[in-house]
């Protein structure tokens, strides 16, 4: 089933024996995962409209997900010293699947800030630790997604027509900083078209490096960040990206 989503252009990437436990104890959850995330679509307007945040498009992802049972969870933890509660933390999770082989912990960072791969992983590797669940996923922009965001986002605006700050409006894009403004200016003083001077800046803007994708996933995973719990991480490609 994994195979089927990287022949798709999905980065997958396995930790501590995680697909051999997803293929053997979670076959039914771990198919229903693999076509809801095949089948998922991003259309470039839903990125620029949304200001490249979670609004709208991850929303989508995040319901059909809790359809079929994937759904938020908070695990509460406590130490009981001869029967008296003496700590209590509480462990929140976005999607969690519950199986009779055991939990299944899935968390969707598509625009985050990139230190919060770290606490999604050390969250998982509290749980695990605790025996609450067997796998953690990660669900992220892909690498071929992240490359392809300037190109992809410039013949859009392009597409629509974007020529000039009145456009802007027409098209429903937020609102921009001076600072924003005046970037975007300058690139079209020194002769650059302004729907590629806006899209550099909004790519820059929106989805640098220091944001949640692939690359710092795979930073945190090679340093052992979340060991020894099991865990599946999957990057969505430019693939599923619509026109």
Request: glycine share 10%.
């Amino acid at each position: 089933m994994l195979e089927t989503l990287r022949n798709e252009g999905f980065d997958i990437l396995t930790r501590n024996h995680a697909e051999a436990i997803l293929a053997q104890d979670f076959p039914n959850e771990l198919s229903m995962l693999s076509r809801i995330l095949s089948e998922f679509r991003i259309s470039l307007a839903e990125i620029v409209h949304g200001g490249g945040g979670e609004a709208g498009l991850t929303q989508r992802l995040r319901h059909e997900l809790s359809d079929v049972g994937w759904r938020k969870h908070s695990f509460r933890v406590e130490t009981i010293v001869d029967g008296h509660a003496r700590a209590g933390i509480s462990h929140e999770v976005d999607h969690v699947k519950f199986a009779e082989a055991g939990a299944l912990a899935l968390e969707i960072e598509w625009n985050n800030k990139d230190p919060f791969f770290d606490r999604d992983l050390e969250n998982f590797q509290r749980l695990h630790a605790l025996s609450a669940i067997s796998v953690g996923v990660v669900v992220t922009r892909g690498g071929s997604m992240q490359a392809a965001f300037l190109e992809r986002i410039t013949a859009w605006m392009k597409g629509e027509g974007l020529s000039s700050e009145d456009d802007l409006d027409r098209l429903g894009i937020g609102a921009r900083t001076p600072a924003q403004r005046a970037a975007v200016s300058e690139q079209v003083a020194r002769g650059m078209p302004f729907a590629e001077a806006f899209a550099r800046k909004f790519v820059a803007d929106k989805f640098g490096q220091a944001t949640t994708h692939w690359s710092k996933l795979e930073e945190r995973v090679s340093r052992g960040v979340g060991n020894p719990c099991p865990l599946l991480l999957i990057g969505l490609p430019a693939s599923i990206l619509t026109d």
